[in-house]
Each structure stands twice: as structure tokens, then as C-alpha cells.
């Protein structure tokens, strides 16, 4: 998941882990870490590989706006979909326009290191 340098030092700040140690650089764009073990986010409180498993996230109330809109996510034509990859998708109502356009501001502000 990606995140803005704000979030990530915010995420420091609360958790008191080094940068370095749950973000990396994925092209240029400052992204999570998934955990070697769970093969998910670091900050997923799971024990299972397995992408339906149970799972908590410790920083809920400090997450990413990336992780805050999904499974709602961009595709090549910047319309908003559902992401295919979530297997709750069947949950969530049909994005909006406005949902595309608050996505689009926020990958203009990853893309700035904002
Ligand atoms: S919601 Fe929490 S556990 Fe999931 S990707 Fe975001 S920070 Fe990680």
C-alpha cells in the first residue's frame, strides 16, 4: 500500500518504529512492508500466509488514506473500481466519480512525496 511521507511519519510517531523498518520505496513511491512470514502488511495482526484468513490492523485509526479507500482502487483508464485482488469486494456499493477524483489528488500527492 502506499503512503505519503506525512502518513509514514505519522506512523513512526505513533508506533515508534524507525521508517526504514515498515516502508520501502516501490518506484520512487514510498509503500509498506509486508511481513516475510504472513506475506501481508507489517502492521497486519495476522498469523496466516492465507489472504482470507483473519486479520486486525494495529495502526486502525492511523492508517493510510490508500488503505482508508480501498478496496477501491484505480485502473489504467483512472476510473475507480474494486479492486479484483479483495475478497470482500462483494461488500462494497459500485465506486463513484468521486471516489476516481480523490484517489487521482491522492496519487498526485504520492507522486510528489507529499
Ligand atoms: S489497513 Fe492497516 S494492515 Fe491494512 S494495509 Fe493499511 S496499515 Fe496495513
Given at each position: 500500500?502506499?503512503?505519503?511521507?506525512?502518513?509514514?511519519?505519522?506512523?513512526?510517531?505513533?508506533t515508534g518504529m524507525?521508517?526504514?523498518?515498515?516502508t520501502w520505496e516501490n518506484n520512487g513511491i514510498l509503500t509498506l512492508l509486508n511481513d516475510e512470514k504472513t506475506r501481508?502488511?507489517?502492521f497486519l495482526l495476522t498469523a496466516s500466509p492465507?489472504?482470507?484468513?483473519?486479520?486486525?490492523?494495529?495502526v486502525y485509526e492511523v492508517r493510510p488514506?490508500?488503505?482508508r479507500k480501498y478496496p477501491?482502487?484505480?485502473?489504467?483508464n483512472d476510473d475507480?473500481?474494486?479492486?479484483d485482488g479483495c475478497p470482500?469486494?462483494?461488500d462494497f456499493p459500485e465506486p463513484s466519480e468521486a471516489d476516481a477524483i480523490e484517489l487521482l489528488n491522492l496519487e498526485e500527492r504520492l507522486l510528489r512525496r507529499q
Open positions: 500500500m502506499p503512503l505519503t511521507e506525512a502518513e509514514a511519519k505519522r506512523l513512526s510517531r505513533r524507525a521508517l526504514e523498518s515498515f501481508a502488511c507489517v492465507d489472504t482470507n484468513a483473519e486479520g486486525i490492523c494495529s488514506e490508500g488503505c477501491i482502487v484505480l485502473n489504467s475507480a473500481i474494486l479492486d470482500h469486494r462483494q
